[in-house]
């Protein structure tokens, strides 16, 4: 999990009780300016409050031409972009983008508070990052908001990376894309994706914690994931399906395991829909697919 910035809780008072959000739910991170020059969080409260007559700041996050970043609704429904309210988190940044440039402290807090979101969210990732204007008619976030840089440093993993100390080398701005680039291999997110499948990493998705972990390994040369090679057989009390392709659907069903019985060799680990399957060769060479749910089956 990327580590939770700084933020600053001013135990803002809301009128009412505010409603929780479901963080399965929420599948994007909608960014927003102000629209207004120097407006800073309590000018925004007030005025959501007061003159919109809300229960307050309608953003969950918000962010200072300082990068400060405060609570506002925190991971509570927000008020800020119609018609998705409950299914996404939005974050406020002080300004006026059409007038005003949007800071380097805002763009650094900007790209910590969405990257530690996304460890947050198990239904969001860096692509997943959007601007106001992409969900409703309106300008925000304003055209001097820097969408492209900060959606590059949270998929990047920009936040931790700079000069982090891997093995007796230091990196410097050192990202995986950077690494991946210099080895001449693909730095497509699906390519990462499944690098880190291989090295051990589950439910990869590009946040900036996992890009670091990924670039350790992979720098590292540690061994690939410890199931590679080993063999898994079931433990349940009954028939365990598996199937000629990654999936769970009856009609790829290609046979049944009764407990104890299994695979000898484990080729790799898929995620297939919400679960994982081991990719899985026969004695004869056949390949096949497995959960992988350590409910259903051991690997030894
Ligand atoms: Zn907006």
Redesign the pocket.
């Given at each position: 999990m990327t580590k939770k910035p700084q933020m600053k809780e001013l135990n803002l008072a809301f009128r009412g009780n505010l409603i929780q959000l479901n963080k399965k739910a929420i599948t994007k991170l909608?960014?927003?300016?102000m629209?207004h020059t120097t407006w800073d969080i309590m000018d925004v409260h007030n005025y959501h409050k007061n003159g919109n007559g809300w229960s307050g700041i309608g953003y969950n996050f918000w962010i200072g031409f300082d990068g400060t970043i405060y609570v506002g609704r925190g991971f509570n429904q927000g008020a800020?972009?119609l018609g998705y309210n409950d299914t996404t988190i939005?974050i406020?940044y002080q300004g006026h983008f059409d007038k005003q440039q949007m800071t380097d402290a805002q763009l650094k807090a900007g790209i910590a508070l969405n990257a530690w979101l996304i460890g947050q969210l198990p239904n969001v990732q860096a692509s997943d990052i959007v601007?106001?204007?992409d969900l409703?008619n309106?300008a925000?976030?304003g055209k001097n908001f820097r969408m492209s840089e900060l959606k590059k440093g949270v998929s990047n993993g920009a936040v931790e990376a700079p000069n982090q100390q891997v093995g007796s080398e230091t990196v410097t701005n050192g990202s995986i894309v950077d690494y991946l680039n210099s080895i001449g291999k693909d730095a497509s997110f699906s390519a990462r994706k499944k690098y880190a499948t291989e090295y051990g990493i589950d439910n990869y998705k590009g946040s900036a914690n996992q890009n670091l972990e990924l670039l350790h390994k992979m720098r590292e040369g540690k061994p690939k994931a410890s199931y590679i090679g080993k063999r898994v057989e079931s433990k349940h009390n009954g028939q365990l399906r598996f199937y000629n392709k990654p999936s769970w659907s009856d009609k790829y069903v290609a046979g049944y395991l009764k407990e104890g019985y299994g695979f000898p060799d484990i080729v790799d680990k898929v995620k297939v829909g919400k679960g994982y399957q081991y990719k899985v060769k026969n004695s004869k060479g056949h390949i096949y697919y497995v959960t992988a749910s350590k409910k259903y089956v051991r690997v030894e």
């Open positions: 909608v960014q927003h300016h629209a800020h972009c939005g406020g601007g106001h204007g409703g309106t925000c976030p």
